[in-house]
Nanobody, 124 residues
């Protein structure tokens, strides 16, 4: 079992920045590919970014590429999502998730464990 707890969400003006954190406990964090997803009201959960187990490979949704950066610190059992140049359309609940596989999956069904989510609101 892996427990995931997100933090760092909040209200920010358009153009601002937030840094989300996801702290993991339980099994060895470095064995998991970690992803960030988001879900806006009335919409399906969508992929944001994913990072490999050692942090050497990352992938981003086109909508956030160049603005968001995913990183991880395996010594601290934490994955981060730095979000810059935020737009009103980035408003959503953001979730981190853990996948016990190796490939950088972009669909939620591949992920084994999920956090409770953190709300990000961007005012225009």
């Amino acid at each position: 079992q892996v427990q995931l707890v997100e933090s760092g969400g909040g209200l920010v003006a358009a153009g601002g920045s937030l840094r989300l954190s996801c702290a993991a406990s339980g099994r060895t964090f470095s064995l998991y590919v970690m992803g960030w997803f988001r879900q806006a009201p009335g919409k399906e959960r969508e992929f944001v970014s994913v990072i490999s187990r050692n942090g050497g490979s990352t992938y981003y949704a086109d909508s956030v590429k160049g603005r968001f950066t995913i990183s991880r610190d395996n010594a601290k059992n934490t994955v981060y999502l730095q979000m810059n140049s935020l737009k009103p359309e980035d408003k959503a609940v953001y979730y981190c998730a853990a996948n016990a596989g190796v490939r950088l999956r972009r669909t939620p069904n591949w992920y084994d464990y999920w956090g409770q989510g953190t709300q990000v609101t961007v005012s225009s």
